[in-house]
Every structure is written in structure tokens, then in C-alpha cells.
């Protein structure tokens, strides 16, 4: 797995995990089958194809097979755009159902599933968790 300083500020482990991926927007869409990797907030897709850089658009990824019910939905937001590909970021809502698949597909190909749970637990849903005070604390 490759590391840098961006890394650093990640909010969730990336996994490698190959899943066939769809992308749709108003005026473009796009099929590919390999992802380099994936987190609870978004994954890179392998492609040579390219959606504008900030567009916004619906992320389909299929857990067996294209046009299989097992499928996470969610909206999404191109967030880079590299030689080899683009990263695409998950935006906040996401229905239960497709939250529920993201994080057993994390947890079941992590290398460190411990470490997921850590951060699944730090977070409601994609949100971070806010520190409440107690009354005692003011």
C-alpha cells in the first residue's frame, strides 16, 4: 500500500478491492471494472475515461456482478483526476442499506479490520462524531 503526507489526514483506511463501478452524471456515463482502491468516503477508479474535474454524479458499485441487487448507490464528486485514473469522493448522505454494504465491504477485505471498526466508531455515518461536554466539564 502506498503512503504519503495526505495520507496522514485520511479519515478512513484504503483497501485494495476490485469492483465494477458506474458512473452517471446528466450528460455522460461510464462502466469500468477496476478500482485501485476504497475507503468509506470515496475510491479510485482505474480509467482512461474522465468526467470533468468537481462534477458531481451518481456512483453505482456492484458487489457481484453488473445490474446485481448487491450494489452500493451513492452520490458522488470527481475530486482528482491523475494518468492512470480519477478519485471519486462520496458525499454525505447515503442511504442505510448502501452505508451498510460499504462497511462490510471494508470490513471483510481490510488488512486491519480492527482499525476500520476504530474509525466506523469514531464516525456517524461519513460524519465525524462531535465531542459533547458534559454540564460537569463547563
Not at 480492527?114 to 458534559?134: A, F, M, N, W, Y
Amino acid at each position: 500500500m502506498r503512503t504519503s503526507k495526505r495520507s496522514d489526514k485520511r479519515e478512513f483506511s484504503r483497501t485494495s478491492v476490485r469492483v465494477a463501478v458506474e458512473l452517471e452524471s446528466d450528460d455522460a456515463s461510464l462502466h469500468c471494472d477496476q478500482t485501485r482502491d476504497l475507503s468509506m468516503k470515496g475510491l479510485f477508479l482505474l480509467t482512461r475515461d474522465r468526467f470533468p474535474l468537481d462534477s458531481h454524479c451518481r456512483a453505482v458499485l456492484y458487489l457481484v456482478e453488473c445490474g446485481s441487487p448487491l450494489r452500493i448507490e451513492v452520490t458522488a464528486r470527481i475530486v482528482r483526476i491523475e494518468e492512470d485514473g480519477m478519485a471519486i469522493e462520496f458525499l454525505e448522505f447515503m442511504e442505510p442499506e448502501s452505508f451498510e454494504y460499504l462497511k462490510n465491504l471494508m470490513l471483510y477485505n481490510s488488512a486491519n479490520p480492527t482499525q476500520v471498526e476504530k474509525e466506523l466508531d469514531s464516525h456517524v455515518g461519513l460524519r465525524p462524531r462531535k465531542r459533547i461536554r458534559s454540564k460537569s466539564s463547563k
